[in-house]
């Protein structure tokens, strides 16, 4: 099975052309920029017509139509989903920001949002906005503005994958312990994988843009 997972949209228009292979795509959010629910219809126009698995999170720069689009679409991707025996967890929105921006949640509602998962234990590739604490993926200059809840969540929970996206200059990879976390910066950036018996085989990030 083919996942792949792109973050970071702000406003274009998501077009299908490397997407025709997935079988999962992940939208880690930031669908729009500062948006609605009309922008976000406009942004997934195109990708709304592929025949794939579509779950997606409102970002931090998304209001609260874009999260309502996505729930009549059938595509929110906020908690548990699965598509053929693969559990995918996702959590959108971002840590306080300097910027008071739509949806933001402190790091104890970030913990007790995760901890209302710790019975998950079937292998699971999480996917969420903001990044988690202390790892290439969240630093902006010398600092690290990540998740403190989600670091300790993934190294309870071991997920085999870990998406991010929030911070543009951070895209790359890093580990926490067994977990692959990446970021492959905003769209049209995507990063893609291959499952094999619900492990990993194939990881890609694809770099259309610097």
Same mark, same amino acid.
């Not at 548990?80 to 995918?88: S, V, Y």
């Not at 949640?105 to 590739?125: A, G, K, V």
């Given at each position: ?14 077009? *299908? !052309?490397? &997407?025709?292979?997935?079988?999962? &795509? ?11 629910? #009309? ?24 209001? !609260? ?12 991707? !906020? ?13 959108? /929105? ?5 910027? =008071? ?6 790091? #104890? #509602?970030?913990?007790?949002? &995760? ?12 996917? =969420? ?29 071991? *997920?085999?994958?870990?998406? =991010? ?6 895209? /790359? ?6 977990? &692959? ?26 770099? !259309?843009?610097?």
């Amino acid at each position: 099975m083919k996942v792949s997972f792109i973050t970071d949209i702000h406003g274009k228009t998501v077009t *299908p !052309e490397h &997407l025709y292979d997935t079988d999962v &795509l992940l939208i880690g959010g930031d669908i729009t920029q500062f948006g609605t629910y #009309e922008k976000a219809k406009n942004v997934l126009k195109k990708v709304l017509n592929l025949n794939i698995k579509i779950f997606a999170l409102r970002g931090n720069c998304d209001y !609260e139509g874009v999260e309502n689009f996505l729930i009549e679409k059938g595509i929110f991707g !906020e908690g548990i989903n699965k598509h053929n025996d693969i559990t995918f967890l996702g959590m959108g /929105g971002a840590n306080k920001t300097p910027f =008071s921006t739509p949806y933001e949640r402190n790091e #104890e #509602e970030i913990e007790n949002f &995760l901890n209302s998962f710790s019975d998950l234990n079937d292998p699971f590739i999480l996917f =969420s906005h903001v990044p988690s604490y202390k790892t290439k993926l969240d630093k902006v200059g010398l600092m690290h503005t990540g998740s403190k809840a989600i670091r300790n969540f993934i190294k309870k929970k071991n *997920p085999l994958i870990a998406f =991010s996206g929030h911070i543009h200059q951070a895209k /790359g990879k890093d580990h926490i312990g067994n977990t &692959l976390l990446i970021n492959p910066g905003p769209y049209p950036n995507f990063a893609s994988i291959i499952l094999k018996d619900k492990k990993p085989v194939s990881i890609e990030i694809h770099n !259309e843009i610097n």
